[in-house]
């Protein structure tokens, strides 16, 4: 082979890797992408990925029995029942802002973590955000 065509080659080999080594990596950060909804934001598919679901805790839905709860998670406009096996944080309670990560499956959604708000101002951007729209969040700056 002529210089110019060892040159060509090189390149070409590199750039074929290159193209490969970003598919990999944007495939890698599609399956770990986790979006997040308020319950009246969910979409129709929903059920085939992770979600973060973010609101306010409903009033007397909050079922605790050993590390198994099951409590309602409510932006005003709809609401989801949330089913978590595990030990909820301990500023988890009625009427608070929440996060819950999970699946949904049969109109729950099954948690692999849920967060509570940690202090009497702090409830993240998008949940305050989301809540404010809607007219739900009474709180101040988030």
């Known amino acids: 082979m002529k210089p110019k065509q060892q040159r060509l080659a090189a390149v070409s080999g590199i750039a074929f890797l290159l193209i490969i080594a970003v598919g990999?990596?944007?495939g890698a950060l599609r399956e770990n992408i986790v979006f997040f909804y308020t319950p009246s934001e969910l979409p129709d598919d929903a059920d085939t990925r992770m979600v973060r679901l973010g609101g306010l805790v409903k009033q007397g839905s909050v079922n605790i029995d050993g590390l198994s709860s099951?409590?309602?998670?409510t932006d005003g406009k709809a609401e989801l029942a949330v089913v978590f096996n595990g030990a909820l944080p301990s500023l988890f309670r009625e009427g608070q802002g929440v996060v819950a990560e999970?699946?949904?499956s049969n109109g729950k959604l099954t948690a692999t973590n849920v967060l509570a708000?940690?202090?009497e101002t702090y409830m993240p951007r998008e949940v305050a955000d989301s809540l404010r729209d809607k007219g739900v969040w009474q709180g101040g700056d988030s």
């Open 24 to 26: 990999l990596v944007l």
């Open 70 to 73: 099951n409590f309602i998670v």
């Open 102 to 104: 999970g699946r949904i």
């Open 117 to 119: 708000k940690h202090d």
